[in-house]
């Protein structure tokens, strides 16, 4: 799998129109996520990973005064960015749709929504590029920061308490079962004895000579540390937990009609998606508008290489009543709640 933690971002840095250090406005796959979503004036929809309004901007100019964005993000200082941008632009506040923004994950959209009350849902899954940026909040390993990387700086379990006080088998495991990282034994003893390990470079140099290239010219192929990142950002934020529920939930919420649009960037995340989907299909809940994902352009990738590893699948809510989630995740996840220490 190509994760890139290091290698994407839904919006990339470039300075602002408004002056100082901003971040673009042209998420991956922009144009092909709004035309999936089939946005109609004076609809109901939810940007489910807010970031930094990109998806959402777009989603509020087409509802007028009618409509209705729902927002939700775990990152509260994105969270105020996409306030501030999702502000009725000069000329049109009196057709600009209510907006209403979350401080939370998307896994609680259906206690926050009301149920078959949405026109559509959109997720653009992962780290942001604002996220990876900033060094202090210990994303990137081609950066000295703190062992951190929680999205919700407010929640409790951080990178440091997994790096520096799990087991040996317990690190090992979930490097493999969330970074599918074929020498996860070998890092996860070079982590241990390498402890008390204080920073993400540090990290990253204890991982990297673990994990040396496996078949890989000089100079190709992804950062030795990569995989090992992903999984413990993936643990920490409770990943792939919460797009379990948010794919749980989006049938119950969505009405008939509407449209669920996800963008995933690495292939844990693509086949929970591409299953749930299947498995919807099957029942009457959804119909697949992607029998295949669609990807990035070469010519967008060009601009952005960020947008290489992107892969968007959508579906349309069928009238069958209900929609149940997809099979118990099994593994670490089935055990998170009682693994933080």
């Known amino acids: 799998m190509e994760d890139p933690s290091e290698s994407k971002g839904r919006e990339g840095a470039v300075s602002g129109a408004r002056g100082g250090r901003g971040f673009s406005h042209a998420p991956v796959l922009y144009k092909e996520a709004i035309d999936f979503l089939a946005v109609r004036r004076g609809g109901t929809y939810i940007d489910a990973t807010l970031g930094l309004g990109g998806h959402a901007s777009a989603i509020a100019a087409r509802l007028g005064a009618e409509g209705r964005l729902i927002g939700f993000d775990k990152d509260t200082a994105a969270l105020e960015m996409a306030r501030r941008r999702l502000a009725a632009p000069e000329g049109r506040e009196q057709d600009w749709p209510e907006i209403t923004l979350h401080h939370a994950s998307f896994a609680e959209i259906a206690e926050r929504v009301a149920a078959g009350s949405a026109d559509g849902v959109l997720a653009d899954l992962g780290v942001s590029s604002m996220q990876l940026e900033d060094a202090g909040r210990g994303f990137s390993f081609q950066a000295e920061g703190p062992l951190d990387m929680r999205m919700d700086p407010q929640s409790e379990l951080t990178a440091d308490q997994v790096v520096n006080q799990f087991d040996e088998s317990d690190l090992a495991d979930l490097i493999y079962e969330f970074g599918e990282e074929r020498r996860s034994r070998r890092i996860a003893r070079a982590i241990v004895r390498a402890r008390p390990i204080k920073s993400t470079a540090h990290l990253a140099q204890v991982v990297s000579a673990a994990a040396r290239p496996m078949n890989q010219p000089k100079g190709k192929g992804i950062h030795p540390a990569t995989l090992t990142f992903q999984a413990i950002r993936i643990y920490?934020?409770?990943e792939l937990e919460d797009l379990r529920a948010l794919l749980?939930?989006?049938?119950?919420?969505?009405?008939?009609g509407?449209?669920?649009?996800?963008?995933?960037?690495?292939?844990?995340?693509?086949?929970m998606v591409k299953d749930a989907v299947r498995e919807g299909a099957r029942s009457g809940v959804w119909q697949m508008l992607t029998r295949k994902p669609v990807i990035a352009s070469e010519e967008e990738i060009a601009k952005?290489?960020?947008?290489?590893?992107?892969?968007?699948?959508?579906?349309?809510?069928?009238?069958?009543?209900?929609?149940?989630?997809?099979?118990?995740?099994?593994g670490l996840l089935g055990q998170r709640s009682t693994d933080r220490r």
């Open 236 to 238: 920490v934020n409770r």
């Open 248 to 256: 749980g939930s989006a049938p119950r919420v969505i009405r008939p």
């Open 258 to 271: 509407g449209r669920l649009v996800v963008i995933s960037f690495h292939s844990l995340e693509d086949r």
């Open 304 to 330: 952005n290489p960020r947008a290489r590893s992107a892969k968007l699948r959508a579906a349309e809510r069928g009238e069958t009543r209900g929609g149940a989630p997809g099979k118990r995740a099994v």
